[in-house]
């Protein structure tokens, strides 16, 4: 049985060349591919999806820099068309990083493709995800484009915004639309957060803004600092880590519309 692995939510690139008097963030990272009983994987297969910017060049050379810190050479541009052979690396990958860029376009074309359905496989597979800017809010429960808010991958329970502090204008606006337990949270520039198997969030590097509502209706404000962790109570219908062997992959989001764009 595969261990589900942490899900790696970065606001921006710089977490991924952070290093410190502990070492390197992503040495961090690399070891979560050997969190379980399995027998190490000496040759971990990297998979890196760069929809959201349209597949611009000079973003996959920095995520190629960042797995040669770690030694990870075996690796892939999934681009936003795949070919069969693109799909069967993307399906035996480890590690899947989600690249920025535009959270809206980038989900259209994981939906539109096999890309979406493979990810979740993927996940409850074993697989390790990162997703930096647009690919960690694609990750989360709500994308938005405009004042329009759309479902995205679901895979952790909480809607994620980032870079935008200290305001988080649109987080405010998009936690009480989610749903009525929705929670959120914002990761700021140069920060990152973990969401673990447990169901808990830990703060990495910064300090997260945590957003939920109140009990008269009103949205509430907090701090989680780095060294603190917390349980996360998701919506209804984001399963709990016991429950996911037991969830249908293919189909745990909504399905949009390109012709009509996001719904509220």
Do not use: C
């Amino acid at each position: 049985m595969p261990t589900i692995k942490p899900i790696v939510l970065l606001a921006d690139s710089q977490l991924l060349f952070f290093r410190n008097e502990e070492g390197s963030f992503l040495e961090r990272v690399r070891a979560m591919l050997h969190d379980d009983e399995t027998e190490i994987n000496l040759s971990p297969k990297a998979a890196y999806l760069g929809a959201s910017n349209g597949d611009a060049p000079e973003f996959y050379d920095l995520f190629q820099a960042a797995m040669d810190s770690i030694g990870l050479k075996d690796r892939r541009q999934i681009p936003a068309q795949p070919g069969d052979e693109d799909l069967a690396y993307l399906k035996a990958a480890d590690l899947i990083l989600l690249a920025g860029g535009d959270t809206w376009r980038g989900y259209l074309a994981f939906d539109k493709s096999k890309i979406k359905e493979s990810l979740i496989e993927r996940y409850y597979g074993g697989a390790l995800l990162l997703g930096v800017s647009a690919g960690a809010v694609q990750l989360g429960m709500k994308g938005w484009n405009g004042d329009q808010l759309f479902d995205t991958l679901r895979l952790v329970p909480f809607v994620v915004d980032v870079h935008d502090e200290p305001s988080w204008s649109n987080l405010l606006k998009a936690v009480p639309k989610a749903g009525e337990y929705a929670r959120g949270f914002g990761i700021p520039s140069g920060g990152g957060a973990i969401y673990h198997p447990d169901y808990s969030v830990e703060p990495v590097r910064h300090p997260l803004t945590e957003v939920s509502l109140g009990e008269e209706g009103g949205v509430r404000q907090a701090l989680l600092f780095p060294g603190e962790t917390e349980t996360v109570e998701g919506l209804p219908d984001a399963p709990r880590p016991a429950e996911r062997e037991n969830v249908a992959a293919a189909d745990p989001v909504s399905e949009p519309d390109p012709e009509a764009g996001p719904v509220n």
